[in-house]
């Protein structure tokens, strides 16, 4: 069995001051640094993925329903698409990096790919990985949706919540119930 980590997402874009903010997203990049700083050894790969946007269509407009559509945000050259700072030894350090979406909405990992083309499902059983643990931005969207692709794709697959942001309450418990039924086990943080 070996186990990898994927972090998710965590973009100077979508955390406090971005373009896409979500609430507590600096906190979640703080928390990710200092849990991989006490349980990197625990895992055989880390891997992180981006959104990585240079024209994505309709995924981005000037009048967002915040559902199909969203403000500008992870575009190629600017600074909300660099990884948070808090992150990037980890992401200086990791095995492989993942960016999706330079024409498409994109919010699963599994829709990445590394510099080489390298898709993440393949790039994990290349690497014999048979269970991941995923963290980072947002619960109820990339998370959520690299989650169930890992589940999809027969990983053993695991949300560390405490090391994810969600963008509402509501939308993130919904998230949370999909990924259970989908066989995802969600990992609450002690005493919660």
Known sequence: MARALVMVDVQNDFCEGGSLAVDGGIGVAERIAA??????SDYEHIVATADWHIDPGTHWS???????????HCEVGTPGADFRVEVQTVVAQA??????????????GFEGATEDGSGLADWLRVHDVTDID????ATDHCVRATALDGAKSGFRTRVLVELTAGVAPES?????????????EIVEPPGA
């Not at 095995?95 to 699963?108: D, L, N, P």
């Open 134 to 137: 995923v963290v980072g931005i």
């Open 35 to 40: 849990y991989i700083d006490g349980h990197g």
């Open 62 to 72: 000037q009048t967002p329903d915040f559902v199909d559509s969203w403000p500008v």
């Open 172 to 184: 993130t418990a919904r998230a949370v119930t999909e990924l259970r039924a989908a066989g995802v």
């Open 95 to 108: 095995s492989a990096v993942f960016r999706k979406g330079q024409y498409e909405a994109a919010y699963s």
